[in-house]
Structures are given as structure tokens and as C-alpha cells.
């Protein structure tokens, strides 16, 4: 697929693109489509420990995501699935908190599931999205 543009943004995303082989973002015409984003301070790679931080800090990675690949953000969002460990209503709550917060012009699509394990030690959190940028598409 070598003729889709892929992205990975500084810091974090350029080291888990060498370390990993995969990139955080690809374009495709009006779309844009983000590798799951955890809740690592996206120059360090460490995590945040609390789940409310971390949360908050995947939120971030995905906006930083989504603007790296030329999008506007969240506001474009319209599919979110997101990986919990644990999956219960702590983190249920500080995801809804976030939804609110970055899209409160908009619901999104939203996929929520419980598994035994993410891609790395400390990740609790995992989110990819989906979003839409007929206006970056030409560019």
C-alpha cells in the first residue's frame, strides 16, 4: 500500500515506527485513520500510572495524532474504539469526561472493549479513531 501517505509524529511516534514497524496515522482521500493512541507522555514513552491520567494523555496522543496527518482534531472524529484494561466505570467515566470535552459539538461511533492485555506493560488504555477531512484531502 505504498501509495497511501503514513504518519508518525515526533518523539513517540518515530520511535515506535522504528521500534514496531507501524505507523500511527494513514490518509486515505478524505479520511484519516489512527493506530490505536495510549496514554505515554509522547516524548518519554513512560505512562501515566493513574487511569484518569492516562486517559487523558491518549486523548492527547490522538489529537497530536490526527494533527500530524493534517487533520483538524477531534472535532473531525466520527468512530472511536477503545481497548481497557480493566474495562470498568472509573474508566468508563473518564472516557465519556473526555468525549465531552474534545467533541461537544458531536457523539461519535464508539466500540468499547475489555481485554487481558495491550501492546506494552503499563498500557491500561488504547484508542483508535476514525475521522473525517474533506478539506485536508487535496492537500
Partial sequence: M???KYY???????????K???SQAVRIGDRIECSGQGGWDPITGEFEKEINAQIDLAFANVERCLKDAGGK???QV????SYHVPINNE????????FRKHMPEHQPLWTCVGVTRLGEDDMRVE???VAHDPQGAGA
Wanted: glycine share 8%; net charge neutral; no cysteine.
Fill in 91 to 98: 474508566a468508563m467515566t473518564a472516557m465519556v469526561r473526555n
Fill in 8 to 18: 508518525a509524529y515526533e518523539g513517540q511516534g518515530v520511535e515506535k515506527q522504528q
Fill in 73 to 75: 482534531g477531534w472535532s
Fill in 78 to 81: 466520527y468512530r472511536v474504539t
Fill in 2 to 4: 505504498s501509495h497511501l
Fill in 20 to 22: 514496531f514497524s507501524y
Fill in 127 to 129: 484508542i483508535e479513531v
